[in-house]
């Protein structure tokens, strides 16, 4: 895993886990490691919108696949 992979499951963690804590520091890491506004934009929309199709499942009890289910 690259720095800027490391960098983007961080925010991506802490953007779902804590998104109030979120805060320039972490955009200027982002910027540090190469990314420019477009690829932090586009990071944060994935990881929102992830997040939001994942609570309307949750909140009217859509199943998983059958496939994504654990064994």
Known sequence: ?????????????????????IGQQ????LRSLGLDDRAITDAC???SYFNYINRIADGLGV?????????
Request: charged share 40%.
């Open 1 to 21: 895993m690259t720095e800027v992979d490391r960098a983007l499951c961080d925010y991506a963690a802490k953007l779902t886990k804590t998104p109030a804590e």
């Open 26 to 29: 972490d955009i200027d890491r």
């Open 45 to 47: 929309q994935v990881i």
């Open 63 to 71: 199943d998983l696949e059958p496939e994504m289910r654990s064994t």
